[in-house]
């Protein structure tokens, strides 16, 4: 599963979190406010009385940082917390109980562990919004060394709204002050999935600094997660730095070395979606679709349901064009081809409307979860896919590339007409050539003065419009795709609305490639088809 915080991407991502009830003035605070003038606005002034409010001193003091913990309700399951945090900008979030796992920062590498102990370094949105969320919530935004930029919004008489933002990224929001107490309300971020919302209550101190011990989010499908402080003080000493990425391979994931690494897998004949035939509990429950831009795995409402999977907490998953709630499925296992996988986590979805696509009734998707525990080759052009040990793999007669990972899906470097490069996700779950995210098609004038014809894009969460017409160029892997009819999203959300990468590379732009996916290195290969078949 993707860390817990903001929602889950599929077929493009899941995860947030939830807004707490402030308590409510006395009726002589709100006498005072209304009688008196609002207070100064400018920036500087906001931040020095933010910071006198808040006793940053205290915090700036702590070289051994703070802790905090208490009870923690997240995705609908109950749990418990304990954060750590230094005036360096350093934090660990450790979670307990059903999805068990943490995300830290040591001040220059922000990662993430899952509950069966894989750890990851954590990139673009993902980094940024973790270091946003968790620097707002322990008040290390109000330290001078901390690279964030801020602008007054505006000012009434009970609130200061700032802008702010992570620099020289697209990261943005907006964080609301109490002009009573100078503390912070919430933020607000707008991502690809929507508006989500972290709101700050119970202000008491740790060790003289004020922390906000009622922290909640709710993600744009309406999700609220909860964590509730019940102590804190200084950090007790460790041997070594309890904010340090320590790498570590999954403990759920086993390989079989006597199955054959090839797979049983077909192309979808309406499609072209890669489709394989994995074992759930030991059951056939059906055809799953292989999909590098679901950011979790998923399974059919009746497939789960036939094998009585136990049904548990909250989702909101984010489609093309918008989001939808789910719940879980817990299973025993996952087994396709050599890769056993215990203990998996399904997203529930009704994935019945996919059945007249692809021309098969569709049981289930794979997707992160089963990606970032092995090397996958698969061949679109053909169908064929086969999994292997990520430890004892080699790569003969081609070059790697760097793989980048945001929101459990695949980024890869590509170049296209005016000589323009950037991040473009690769999603085997799109049949298309290349969808251009909205946000890059607004910002890159990429309608201007092309001619093109108004289209409609479906997924899970629904339609999206945007339009379809020819680029000059576009190049992949080492190779160049003369004049391809590609898409332009219009969507106001959804994972079409992603401004961190340009555009989502579907399948018939790897049809020139056998394609090497290794995410536990972070490395990928295109190698030009040549009728081989995968090893």
């Known amino acids: 599963m993707k860390s817990p915080g903001r929602g889950l991407a599929l077929l493009a991502s899941i995860l947030v979190l939830a807004p707490?009830?402030?308590?409510?003035?006395?009726?002589?605070?709100?006498?005072?406010?209304?009688?008196?003038?609002?207070?100064?606005?400018?920036?500087?002034d906001v931040l020095a009385r933010a910071r006198a409010a808040a006793g940053w001193p205290a915090l700036a003091a702590a070289r051994g940082g703070l802790r905090a913990s208490g009870a923690l309700r997240l995705r609908g399951t109950e749990g418990e917390f304990?954060?750590?945090?230094?005036?360096?900008?350093?934090?660990?979030?450790?979670?307990?109980?059903?999805?068990?796992?943490?995300?830290?920062?040591?001040?220059?590498?922000?990662?993430?562990r899952d509950r069966s102990g894989l750890t990851r370094v954590l990139e673009l949105e993902d980094r940024d919004v973790a270091l946003l969320e968790h620097w707002i919530a322990t008040g290390l935004w109000l330290s001078p060394a901390i690279p964030l930029r801020f602008a007054v919004l505006d000012a009434g008489e009970e609130t200061v709204r700032l802008r702010v933002a992570v620099p020289d990224t697209p990261?943005?929001?907006?964080?609301e002050i109490d002009r009573a107490s100078w503390l912070p309300r919430r933020l607000v971020l707008v991502t690809d999935g929507g508006e989500n919302t972290w709101t700050f209550a119970d202000w008491r101190p740790i060790a003289g600094l004020l922390f906000a011990h009622s922290l909640t989010a709710r993600d744009a499908g309406g999700l609220a997660d909860v964590y509730t402080a019940r102590e804190g003080g200084p950090a007790p000493t460790f041997v070594r730095s309890?904010?340090?990425?320590?790498?570590?391979?999954?403990?759920?994931?086993?390989f079989a070395p006597d199955v054959p690494a090839a797979v049983e897998s077909r192309r979808a004949e309406r499609t072209g979606h890669l489709l394989v035939h994995p074992r759930v509990n030991g059951e056939d429950v059906g055809w799953f679709i292989f999909d590098t831009g679901a950011g979790a795995m998923c399974i059919d409402d009746d497939a789960a349901d036939s094998l009585d999977l136990e049904a548990f907490g909250e989702e909101t998953a984010v489609g093309v064009a918008g989001t939808l709630t789910a719940r879980?499925?817990?299973?025993?296992d996952f087994v396709l081809g050599p890769l056993t996988l215990d203990d998996p986590i399904f997203v529930e979805l009704e994935l019945g409307f996919l059945g007249p696509f692809l021309g098969v009734e569709i049981a289930g998707i794979c997707g992160y979860d089963f990606l970032e525990r092995a090397v996958v080759e698969l061949t679109p052009s053909t169908g064929a896919l086969a999994v292997h040990d990520p430890a004892a793999f080699s790569l003969a007669g081609a070059e790697w590339r760097t793989l980048h990972v945001d929101e459990n899906h695949p980024v890869v470097e590509?170049?296209?007409?005016?000589?323009?490069?950037?991040f473009f996700k690769l999603d085997t779950g799109a049949a298309d050539t290349v969808t251009f995210h909205a946000p890059a098609v607004e910002r890159l004038g990429l309608l201007e003065g092309r001619e093109v014809k108004r289209t409609l894009a479906m997924g899970v969460g629904g339609g999206g419009t945007g339009y379809r017409g020819q680029l000059e160029w576009f190049a992949l892997g080492g190779h160049r795709f003369e004049a391809p009819t590609v898409g332009f999203a219009m969507v106001a959300t959804g994972a079409f609305r992603d401004a961190y990468t340009l555009g989502n590379i579907g399948q018939e732009l790897l049809a020139p490639f056998r394609v090497v996916l290794d995410y536990p290195h972070r490395r990928i290969a295109f190698v030009p088809r040549d009728g081989e078949e995968p090893r």
């Open 20 to 44: 707490f009830p402030l308590a409510c003035p006395g009726p002589g605070v709100q006498e005072e406010r209304a009688a008196a003038a609002p207070a100064p606005v400018a920036l500087e």
């Open 82 to 112: 304990t954060l750590l945090f230094a005036p360096s900008g350093a934090f660990v979030r450790e979670r307990q109980g059903r999805f068990a796992g943490a995300v830290g920062f040591d001040g220059t590498t922000a990662w993430s």
């Open 171 to 175: 990261l943005e929001g907006t964080l």
């Open 242 to 254: 309890p904010y340090a990425c320590f790498p570590h391979a999954a403990e759920d994931t086993h």
């Open 328 to 332: 879980f499925r817990a299973a025993k």
């Open 414 to 422: 590509a170049s296209f007409e005016g000589d323009r490069t950037g």
